[in-house]
């Protein structure tokens, strides 16, 4: 990623879906004014969902996603089926793509049903109008034509409407902060930091504060007491990387608001609520229960990971108890959690708002307890109803 592209998880997912040989590809094709997927009269063509980050007006920033082809066949076709089942969860928007002119096939209609089950907004594409003729659109149905060229200047006006309802009002800080304030950002710069920048969440932080016309200041645990004597009056907030929170919290005064950049992501994801509740569950763990640290990116793993090297040992030593540890990471995360006592889920800065949501879910429907690094750890310092409380005030 550039360092002036916008990051994956804040771009809008807009996944294309339909039977094979629909023109999903052709479609794709012409929206996005490239040649981003195959387009063969063979059915089946596109195998693997096909990703492309991109700009599309009047959207903005947006990932376009091609799938294949939800009546695929055979043992193949049903991993690919699988597959495209699995984007769902990745998408803001949805296109079905269709040929059909009546009523949908039976295979689109089930599709349908997923998408609307999911609550994901939709539009439908009804393509090879210049052979089946146009007819009227609406806010869920335009007709196009991959052929001619025609009708996608609608469909993009369909989905940014769609994008509009859909857009995140919720600030990452700043909306806990005035301007001309001071926010302390507390940043460890170990084996497991990325080297020569800072990762996402605390950029996102940074920005946001100075947009507000904030100032942020950012520090390491080490620097921290001399950074806050250093100030004239005390910062209105310190944030902190979560790693950090067993230093950082018998520095900073019981008066000055402190919380996480992993407690502030999950707010900002939107499951902040579940990873509060699911964080009591560390104190019902017994010997032999089953933990899932679950990780959103696919990263090297270093010496001192924090996901599967100390957050692993904080665990331990705070439950006294024996447990049995299951790592994922990226997109690869279990369908089935009805084995699991707990989940830890990373800050998912990596992932979109709709893959987190579908986790949370998916996690809430077997019964599991759902939180997040930031609020397991805070619960472990004993810390969690104080970084919270400017948050919940």
Known sequence: MGLNETPSAERVHIGFFGVRNAGKSSVVNRITNQELSIVSEVKGTTTDAVKKPMELLPIGAVVIIDTAGIDDEGELGRKRVKSTEKVLEQ??????????????????????????????????????????????????????????????????????????????????????????????????????????????????????????????????????????????????????????????????????????????????????????????????????????????????????????VKLPEWLREYTGKELELEFTSGHGFPDDLSGYDLIIHCGACMLGDAEVKSRMLKASAQGVPFTNYGTAIAAINGILQRSIQIIYK
């Open 91 to 308: 998408c803001d928007l949805a296109v079905l793509v269709t040929q059909s002119r009546g009523e949908l096939l039976e295979s689109e209609k089930d599709l349908l049903e997923l998408i609307k089950a999911r609550r994901i907004p939709f539009v439908v594409a009804r393509n090879k109008s210049d052979v089946f003729g146009f007819g009227e659109n609406s806010d869920t149905e335009v007709f196009v034509s991959a052929t001619e060229n025609k009708g996608f200047e609608e469909l993009k006006n369909a989905l940014g409407k769609l994008a509009g309802a859909e857009k995140k009002e919720i600030r990452f800080v700043a909306d806990f902060l005035n301007e001309n304030d001071i926010a302390v950002l507390v940043t460890p710069i170990d084996a497991s930091a990325p080297k020569g920048r800072l990762i996402l969440p605390q950029q996102q932080a940074i920005r946001d504060i100075i947009d507000l016309g904030a100032s942020a200041l950012v520090t390491q645990p080490e620097q921290l007491t001399a950074v806050l004597e250093s100030l004239n009056k005390p910062p209105a907030l310190v944030i902190t990387d979560s790693q950090a929170f067993s230093k950082v919290m018998k520095l900073v005064p019981e008066e000055i608001p402190l919380t996480s950049f992993s407690i502030l992501m999950a707010r900002y994801k939107g499951f902040l609520d579940a990873a509060v509740k699911g964080a009591e569950a560390l104190d019902s763990l017994e010997d032999g229960a089953r933990v899932l640290i679950a990780e959103g990116c696919t990263h090297h793993r270093q010496c001192e990971d924090i996901g599967t």
